[in-house]
């Protein structure tokens, strides 16, 4: 499985920016899809953002549309996380997740179809 290190987060106030890091170990980096998951406190972990293996396809929940854009390096294993325009209510941890599943266009909102997960990285948005 691949291991995921998660750097980037912080401090910010509303209207700021900030860009996640997610890298990852190993030499199948390519055949994973990504996602972006956050977890606000007393709340249960939500979906924000996935990438496909090619990053052909990208998907985003409602909240983050035209705010936050995802990308991959797959030569340098490194998924990113660009938030613009941030909210107070964006403020979590953030994590990165790998899946394997070959049914991630449909699956890609559910936690269980990612093998991997990083630690976590804590978003701050002051307002």
């Known amino acids: 499985q691949v291991q995921l290190v998660e750097s980037g987060g912080g401090l910010v106030q509303a209207g700021g920016s900030l860009r996640l890091s997610c890298a990852a170990s190993g030499r199948t980096f390519s055949s994973y899809s990504m996602g972006w998951f956050r977890q606000a406190p007393g709340k249960e972990r939500e979906f924000v953002v996935g990438i496909s293996r090619s990053s052909g396809y990208t998907y985003y929940t409602d909240s983050v549309k035209g705010r936050f854009t995802i990308s991959r390096d797959n030569a340098e294993n490194t998924v990113y996380l660009q938030m613009n325009s941030l909210k107070p209510e964006d403020t979590a941890i953030y994590y990165c997740?790998?899946?394997?599943?070959?049914?991630?266009?449909?699956?890609?909102?559910?936690?269980?179809?990612?093998?991997?997960w990083g630690q976590g990285t804590q978003v701050t948005v002051s307002s």
């Open positions: 997740a790998a899946s394997r599943s070959s049914a991630y266009s449909v699956r890609y909102r559910s936690t269980d179809a990612y093998n991997s």
